[in-house]
């Protein structure tokens, strides 16, 4: 067997091996951790927005950490109400983009019929619980990060 043949073989071999390899890992496309994550906030300005229709803390569980700074602003904010009513809350993220891993930055609108749109520039920190993307707390966005 001449050097070119054992090359060859050997070649094919180590790429047989490797492709074994690679099909007992898990793939995973490139960016799915960004577009779960910005799905999580695009989800929790949803939860947001309901329970500012009805101030029902179900609305945010489990999309708003429990144990986190927002939930429990959001739970003070539901103590004090004096009931809801009136035409219902839209919350919209516009551009997003993941700065860090668990930190998004978006421009939030807040509609509501009646009222002045208010417009937000938003840092929006999640932490994953439970293998879920979960709202932490939402800040002003630092304009120097």
Known sequence: MTYRVRISIGLVVVISLA????????????????????????????AW?????????????????????????????AESSDGRGGAPYLFVLSDPTLLQPGLVRGSVVVLRNGETDRVFRWD??????????????????????
Do not use: Y
């Not at 390899?21 to 999580?40: Q, T």
């Not at 927005?49 to 003070?76: K, M, N, Y």
């Open 19 to 46: 492709g074994g390899l690679f099909v007992a890992m898990p793939r995973i496309e490139p960016g799915a951790e960004l577009k779960g994550e910005i799905e999580a906030v695009e989800e929790a300005m949803t």
């Open 124 to 145: 929006i920190e999640l932490r994953s619980i439970d293998g879920r993307w979960q709202v932490w707390t939402v800040r002003t966005a630092n304009p120097g990060f």
């Open 49 to 77: 927005a309901r329970f500012a229709d009805t101030g029902d803390l179900a609305e945010v569980a489990g999309i708003f950490a429990e144990d986190g700074p927002q939930f429990r602003q959001l739970s003070a904010e």
